[in-house]
């Protein structure tokens, strides 16, 4: 289920084929009508109380499309990937649709997931993703098996004790990993990391801990800056 008006018209321009069916109020029909040519069939006009019944949202948008699985069946590397993520238990939705959105951002093409990660198809996450969903190839695989398969990547896991992220000396290509939003990152996984990094706080901080997308988004800024991505 993907819900607002930016992603609504990004599937329409990019993945028609992938849209089940579109329920939208007239008036977004009306404005759309030129972009909606291709998938009128599959369109069905409401009200905006019939939306209110179907919506995820406490405050609907115009438009909700039911849309068929991005399924991403392959487990490739690009052959110019620098970095990709490893999420080891993230539970919220928000946090992992922020991370996806990240990732899309700083050009990281792939995710990975532990098995006890929150469903790609939560409606939160489709909907805190902001599109990425469609462009992020999300893998569930454990981090023994990513580490079996793909020798070439250095592994990181994020801790609060770890080496400062700033001081380390880090290679690409590499894996980032971020833990469970409470307990971190799995007792069992830690040995299998090159580095345990952190990122340092200021002496003036009484924080415990950054959110694990805001976490993400520093982690991503700073290896790709390093990676010299852009």
Known sequence: MVEGDKMAIELLQFSPN?????????????????????????????????????STLKTPNKVLMIVDFYEFEEIKLASDCKTVLYLDGIQDPG?????L??????GISTV?????????????????????????AVHTLELADIKAQFPELSLYGTVLEGES?????????CLVAIGNEGNGIK????????????????????????????????????????????
């Open 187 to 230: 007792p069992e996984n830690l040995p299998l990391f090159d580095k345990k990094l952190s990122i340092p706080k200021s002496s003036r901080s009484k924080a415990e801990s950054l959110n694990a997308g805001i976490a993400t988004g520093v982690l991503c800024a700073f290896i790709s800056n390093q990676a010299k991505l852009f």
């Open 101 to 106: 959105r990240t990732a899309d951002w700083f």
């Open 165 to 173: 992220l700033y001081e380390a000396a880090l290679q690409t290509p």
């Open 112 to 136: 990975f997931c532990s098995n006890d990660s929150v469903d790609l198809y939560n409606p939160k996450v489709i909907q805190s993703s902001m599109g990425a969903f469609m462009r992020v």
């Open 18 to 54: 992938k849209i089940d069916t579109i329920f939208a109020l007239e008036s977004w029909v009306k404005t759309n009508e030129s972009t909606l040519k291709y998938a009128i069939n599959k369109t069905i006009t409401v009200s905006p109380s019939e939306l209110k019944k179907i």
């Open 95 to 99: 946090n992992m649709g922020t991370i």
